[in-house]
Each structure stands twice: as C-alpha cells, then as structure tokens.
C-alpha cells in the first residue's frame, strides 16, 4: 500500500510555469511506475505523462510534449511533474498515480494507487 499526496498547485498566467510534487509513504516507492493525469470539469481524467521505476523511461501525450517534464527522487519518494509554457487548457485537477506494473502506461486502469490531486488555474 502507497499513499499519495500532491502539492504545487495553483493559479498562474499563460505562459508561466509550476511544479507539483508528489509524496507518496511507504518503503516500496521506487518499485513503482508513477504517473500523472489530469481532469478539467465535466471532462473524463486524462493522461498526462509516466516514469518508470528508476526514471529511465518518460513517457507524455501529445498535448504536454516538449512543455511539461516528469522527474522523480527515490530517496526522497517524491515524483515531480514541471510545468511550463502553461495554457489556459492545462486548466484541471492533477493527480499523481503510483502502478505495481512493471511498465509505464498511459491507461487509468494500470494504475493502483491515487493522490486526492491538486488543483491548476491557468489564466489567460
């Protein structure tokens, strides 16, 4: 079992940037495939990028390539996700998920373990 908490959130003008953290407990945080995904109202939560267990391997949609960087530290059981260029449609709640799975994945159903999520306000 992991638990999951998210921090960074909040309002920021186009173009801007943010960093939200992730912190999860537990021992086995490292074993973990991380990821990040976003839901805007009355939209279902998408997928916004993954790291593999030791950081190796990054994986993003299409709508943050080239913007947004996820990076985490195994000693400090944190995963980060750095935002940048921001836009108005970056506008949601983001949550951080943590896979037993040995792979990284852009499927909600690969994920075992969620954050409460943190909310991002862009402005235009």
């Known amino acids: 079992q992991v638990q999951l908490v998210e921090s960074g959130g909040g309002l920021v003008q186009a173009g801007g940037s943010l960093r939200l953290s992730c912190a999860a407990s537990g021992r086995t945080f490292s074993s973990y495939v991380m990821g990040w995904f976003r839901q805007a109202p009355g939209k279902e939560r998408e997928f916004v990028g993954s790291?593999?267990?030791?950081?190796?391997?990054?994986y993003y949609a299409d709508s943050v390539k080239g913007r947004f960087t996820i990076a985490r530290d195994n000693a400090k059981n944190t995963v980060y996700l750095q935002m940048s260029s921001l836009k108005p449609e970056d506008t949601a709640a983001y949550y951080c998920a943590a896979s037993r799975r040995p792979f990284i994945s852009s499927s909600y159903y690969e994920y075992d373990y969620w954050g409460q999520g943190t909310q991002v306000t862009v402005s235009s």
């Open positions: 790291i593999s267990w030791n950081g190796g391997r990054t």
